[in-house]
């Protein structure tokens, strides 16, 4: 079982930046992947960013806005969101992958305002 809490939601102007915190319960160095996944109300979830065997991976939305990172000796995952718009408002997730089970935080809010 690996638990996972995300920090760094909150609210900001369109223009502004956050940084997202992923902290696993387990060492990050030993999972397939790495994501961040978002959910806007009355949309599915999708897959916002990835790092999976020494690559990144972005969805077009996000493309040169949004940076995947991870610090191994934290166990800590990390999305620095750049120039926000109001659709990158949504519940932020993030997930690792291993053993071929996804494992879930539990949602951090964004809010981008105009």
């Known amino acids: 079982q690996v638990h996972l809490v995300e920090s760094g939601g909150g609210s900001v102007q369109a223009g502004g930046s956050l940084r997202l915190s992923c902290t696993a319960s387990a060492s990050i160095g030993n999972f397939d992947a790495l994501d961040w996944y978002r959910q806007a109300p009355g949309k599915q979830r999708e897959l916002v960013a990835s790092?999976?065997?020494?690559?990144?991976g972005y969805a077009d939305a996000v493309k040169g806005r949004f940076t995947i990172s991870r610090d191994n000796a934290k166990n800590t995952v990390y999305l620095q969101m750049n120039s926000l718009k109001q659709e990158d408002t949504a519940v932020y997730y993030c997930a690792v992958l291993t053993m071929n089970t996804h494992y879930w935080g539990q949602g951090t809010q964004v809010t981008v305002s105009s």
């Open positions: 790092i999976f065997s020494g690559s990144t």
